[in-house]
């Protein structure tokens, strides 16, 4: 398991949207559920409330470790990603080194969205991790 400060932190939005509306909650526990088995490989896995957009929903923020913030990685938020076929590509990009590989994940890396408003980020407590 990775040091302590080097643990990788991915937030996962069920808020008032995600995995809730028609085409996202099909199989939206079973997703989470596969995320959340990436623990006992170092990476923390939160369920959070509402991160926004709602209108590109499911929403995941990769969050860099210290040491890649460290290196000029920001947080990442990929949105639409509400397909079990993109929760194993990203299990299996995190696994490897998000940042790292995220480039050679091309279906993941059409899913980047810009994060909402800086006042949403500081309510769920993204930035201070940026």
């Not at 299996?92 to 050679?104: R, T, W």
Request: charged letters at 30%.
């Amino acid at each position: 398991m990775r040091e302590n400060l080097e643990i990788r932190r991915v937030k996962i939005c069920r808020g008032c949207c995600c995995g809730v509306k028609a085409g996202q909650k099909n199989g939206a526990e079973f997703r989470e559920q596969a995320l959340l088995m990436l623990e006992g490989a170092g990476i923390q896995v939160e369920r959070t409330e509402c991160l926004g957009p709602c209108d590109q929903g499911d929403i995941v923020v990769v969050l860099p470790t210290p040491s890649e913030r460290r290196r000029g990685y920001k947080p990442t938020w990929l949105g639409r990603m509400h397909s079990f076929t993109l929760t194993t590509l990203l299990a299996e990009l995190l696994l490897k080194g998000f940042f790292e590989s995220f480039e050679k994940y091309p279906e993941l890396k059409e899913r980047k969205i810009q994060p909402p408003r800086k006042k949403k980020k500081e309510i769920y407590d993204v930035q201070k991790y940026a």
